[in-house]
């Protein structure tokens, strides 16, 4: 069940970004999208990561791990600043959109800045928690 959260999450995005948002715009929706980046871009940088560093060890001829909680808070940190600057900073946001058209050309991207947005980011501590399963408390039973 390890990888259900992370396929929600790109479905709840898809289905918002292509379908309820044009259909049912409002405040909801405009944040769903949010909530599911901040979960979902630190699982994306880990993964990206950890695939940098196989492919640095295998060319070092070295026997690669996985790199840990130190990728994963690295991550989440880059998600809380990234994330931050596209609700705060009207220059970022062109950038970021800028970005994203020149990856995706055949789609439109729009991004505005809206510092209510920010109330996404606990989303970040979740993803964490996802990618660090032992930092988990146990429950008492």
């Not at 947005?117 to 501590?125: E, Q, R, S």
Request: hydrophobic share 50%.
């Amino acid at each position: 069940m390890g990888q259900v959260w992370p396929m929600v999450t790109i479905g709840i995005i898809a289905a918002n970004d292509w379908i309820l948002k044009a259909r049912w715009p409002g405040w909801i929706s405009g944040k769903l999208s949010d909530f599911g980046l901040c979960f979902l871009l630190p699982i994306i940088l880990v993964s990206l990561g950890e695939w940098v560093t196989w492919l640095w060890t295998l060319s070092q001829q070295r026997r690669w791990t996985p790199p840990g909680p130190i990728l994963s808070g690295l991550a989440c940190g880059v998600t809380i600043l990234y994330f931050t600057l596209l609700q705060l900073s009207p220059t970022w946001s062109v950038f970021h959109t800028a970005w994203l058209h020149s990856l995706f050309s055949n789609i439109r991207f729009v991004a505005t800045p809206d510092p209510t947005d920010l109330l996404a980011l606990p989303m970040v501590g979740l993803a964490w928690l996802y990618l660090n399963p032992k930092s988990r408390k146990p429950h008492l039973s």
